[in-house]
Each structure stands twice: as C-alpha cells, then as structure tokens.
C-alpha cells in the first residue's frame, strides 16, 4: 500500500512561548516559536500578559511556519492544537486559532495533550534522534512538568509519580532568584555548577512516599541557608556563587535520580526517554550517562529544540491520531487542567 502524505499544521500556546510547526508525515518542515521577552522583567510568566503576546504572534508565526515549510495552507490534511494542560488565557488564543483556520479551510481538528506531545516528541523523524521501543519510561521535565509517565504505547501512558508542588524547572528558577540571578535562572545554575564544588553546602532531600516529588522544601531550605549566611557575610552569594550553584543542582539531579531508579526497579524498564527544558541540563545528562554504563539503561534526550515547548512534538501526535483518524469536533474547548489518558 503506498505511503499516505500527511501535512499537519500544528499550534502551540501553553505557556509563554508561541509556537507553530509544518509536519510532513513524520519530519518536520518548521518549527517556529516565539518566545515571549516581556515575563523576564517580572521574574516569571504573567498569565494576562502571555495571552496578549499570543494574539499579537499567532498570526505572524504560523504565517512563517507555512512559508518556512514552503506549504500553502490548502495542502494541510489538518491542524493539531494544544488542548490542556496550560494557562488558560495563552490555551485559548491557539484554540480559537486552531478551530476557526481548520473551518475556513474545511478541514479536521485534532486536540493535542501538551504533555504527552512532550513524551511522543521522541518520534519525530530527525537524523540526530532515534525513537524509544515500548514500554519506556519518560521523564518530563520543565518549568511547569515534572512527571514519571510508563508509555506501553503511543497512546497508553501511565502517570507513575509527578511533583506534588513546584516543577523541577521552578525548583531552578526560584534558586536563582534567591541568589540575585535573573529569570529563568535554571541554565546560569547550570552554567555556574560545572564549575563549583556539588559537595559544599548539602541540602536536605524531601520525603516523599512513592514516586512523587517535591521542590518547596528544598527552596525554602535554600533560602534560610542563604539569609543565615548573608547576615554573617553580606558577600557569601558572590564568594561562594559556584559552589552554592553546584550544590543546589546536586541536590535536585539526586532527588529526580532517587525516583527514577525507584521507578526502574518497580516497573522493570529500564529505557528511559526525558523531555522538557530541564533536559537541557548537564547534571541530569551526566547522570543519565552514568546510569547507563553502571546499571544498563538505555536513554533518549531529544535535540533540544524538541525538549522545550514547541509546536512540531503537537505535530507528531497531530500525525499519529490522523492516521487513525481521531479528529476533534468544533465544539471542543480548552482544557487548563488536563492529565494525560484522561
Ligand atoms: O520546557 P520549557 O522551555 O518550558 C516550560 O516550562 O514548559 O522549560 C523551561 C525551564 C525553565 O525553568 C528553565 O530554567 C529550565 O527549563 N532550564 C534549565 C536548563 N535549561 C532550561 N534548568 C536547568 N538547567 C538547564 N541547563
Ligand atoms: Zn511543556
């Protein structure tokens, strides 16, 4: 049976980044997303002001997706769109944009999990990636995800364990507030721990039953440590910066590394793909790397473009349901709160 083209146009508008992908079957032909500058001032997204972002880039970004991926909109099979989970102002500007271009155009919609999209990102047909076997363990981790998910399927995922308050992302970025670093501070973190000494400053690692997690205790312990030491020394954070950065990503690459080898020894799978931002992070990369020659494992990162938010992992999974022609009706609307298999 010869192959079935497949052109999907998928949109992305969780959070704070606006995003746009041209998929042909399962390769992308663009992924454009915009990011928005303005939360920076504010040390964190504001939701009302990442809706408006998002209705002044929608346009203009699927405008350059369609260009960059050299595609008239009339060759689109469909258009796949972030349903949940998100905020719900950013999830509606996509939505809206979703269903009305798909109507004018006459054609399926398809509603898309952000976070299953961020586990089925590893599918995408790109050179320097190769895709997971099932069953796999995926370690999502970002600004607002942390989650252990047991994928038997592309469409069978089990939630395992998740963070009970903060994301890991959040764990990052409120450290780095409370050492005067700007937002997001995760990557500087990283940047200032390759340098510092992990073991200087221990911090107390939560307890936490099962496969869950949690960062609030770990930011408020940090942040009493560094109140104590600034009022002996009103220069410890510029003294110490390296060592205080490798320690706190010591803390947190050992709590996620604690779970997941929980999670390995509970399931017997020991494949693990990880997703979101936090990926990027050198930390948890060495540890997975460690993990792999000293237990057996086997992981997968995705190139990093497919790690943060973006609209081409939307396309995948817009791809994989329309092959089976699981198209959404006009009448669905956003989801702010929304599990994956719910
Ligand atoms: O996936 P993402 O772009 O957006 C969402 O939050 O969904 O993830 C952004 C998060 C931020 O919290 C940022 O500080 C963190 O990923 N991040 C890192 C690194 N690069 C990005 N955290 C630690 N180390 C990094 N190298
Ligand atoms: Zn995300």
């Given at each position: 049976m010869e192959k079935e083209t497949i052109y999907i146009l998928a949109i992305e508008s969780s959070c704070d980044d606006t995003s746009a992908a041209v998929l042909h079957n399962k390769k992308v032909l663009s992924n454009v997303v915009a990011t928005q500058k303005i939360h920076e001032e504010y040390g964190g997204v504001v939701p009302e002001l990442a809706s408006r972002a998002h209705q002044q880039n929608i346009v203009p970004v699927v405008h350059r997706a369609l260009s960059k991926a050299n595609i008239d909109k009339k060759q689109l099979s469909a258009i796949a769109f972030t349903r949940g989970p998100g905020l719900m102002g950013s999830l509606l500007v996509g939505t809206s944009f979703a269903k009305s271009l798909a109507m004018g155009l006459d054609i399926p919609i398809i509603e898309v999990n952000h976070m299953q999209a961020h586990i089925l990102a590893h599918f995408i047909e790109e050179e320097r990636m190769a895709p997971p076997k099932f069953p796999f363990l995926a370690l999502t981790i970002s600004g607002g995800h942390t989650q252990i998910v047991l994928v038997r399927a592309y469409f069978d995922m089990e939630i395992l364990g998740e963070s009970l308050d903060d994301a890991v992302g959040e764990a990052f970025d409120k450290s780095a507030k409370i050492l005067g670093l700007p937002y997001p501070g995760g990557p500087l973190i990283d940047k200032y721990a390759q340098i510092g000494n992990s073991k200087a400053f221990p911090f107390p690692k939560p307890k936490v039953d099962g496969l869950n997690f949690s960062f609030s205790g770990l930011k408020t312990s940090i942040l009493y440590f560094i109140q104590r030491e600034t009022k002996k020394d009103g220069d410890f954070i510029n003294k110490n910066l390296n060592d205080i950065c490798a320690s706190i990503q010591y803390t947190i690459i050992n709590i996620l590394m604690d779970k997941l080898n929980k999670a390995v020894k509970q399931t017997g799978v020991a494949q693990i793909a990880i997703g979101g931002?936090?990926?990027?992070?050198s930390g948890i990369r060495k540890a997975l790397k460690k993990a792999e020659l000293a237990s057996g494992w086997t992981t997968y990162m995705p190139i990093f473009d497919y790690c943060t938010d973006n609209a081409a992992m939307i396309g995948i999974v817009g791809h994989l349901k329309y092959r089976e022609r699981d198209f959404s009706n006009q009448s669905i609307t956003a989801k702010a709160r929304y599990a994956i298999g719910q």
């Amino acid at each position: 049976m010869e192959k079935e083209t497949i052109y999907i146009l998928a949109i992305e508008s969780s959070c704070d980044d606006t995003s746009a992908a041209v998929l042909h079957n399962k390769k992308v032909l663009s992924n454009v997303v915009a990011t928005q500058k303005i939360h920076e001032e504010y040390g964190g997204v504001v939701p009302e002001l990442a809706s408006r972002a998002h209705q002044q880039n929608i346009v203009p970004v699927v405008h350059r997706a369609l260009s960059k991926a050299n595609i008239d909109k009339k060759q689109l099979s469909a258009i796949a769109f972030t349903r949940g989970p998100g905020l719900m102002g950013s999830l509606l500007v996509g939505t809206s944009f979703a269903k009305s271009l798909a109507m004018g155009l006459d054609i399926p919609i398809i509603e898309v999990n952000h976070m299953q999209a961020h586990i089925l990102a590893h599918f995408i047909e790109e050179e320097r990636m190769a895709p997971p076997k099932f069953p796999f363990l995926a370690l999502t981790i970002s600004g607002g995800h942390t989650q252990i998910v047991l994928v038997r399927a592309y469409f069978d995922m089990e939630i395992l364990g998740e963070s009970l308050d903060d994301a890991v992302g959040e764990a990052f970025d409120k450290s780095a507030k409370i050492l005067g670093l700007p937002y997001p501070g995760g990557p500087l973190i990283d940047k200032y721990a390759q340098i510092g000494n992990s073991k200087a400053f221990p911090f107390p690692k939560p307890k936490v039953d099962g496969l869950n997690f949690s960062f609030s205790g770990l930011k408020t312990s940090i942040l009493y440590f560094i109140q104590r030491e600034t009022k002996k020394d009103g220069d410890f954070i510029n003294k110490n910066l390296n060592d205080i950065c490798a320690s706190i990503q010591y803390t947190i690459i050992n709590i996620l590394m604690d779970k997941l080898n929980k999670a390995v020894k509970q399931t017997g799978v020991a494949q693990i793909a990880i997703g979101g931002g936090v990926s990027a992070n050198s930390g948890i990369r060495k540890a997975l790397k460690k993990a792999e020659l000293a237990s057996g494992w086997t992981t997968y990162m995705p190139i990093f473009d497919y790690c943060t938010d973006n609209a081409a992992m939307i396309g995948i999974v817009g791809h994989l349901k329309y092959r089976e022609r699981d198209f959404s009706n006009q009448s669905i609307t956003a989801k702010a709160r929304y599990a994956i298999g719910q």
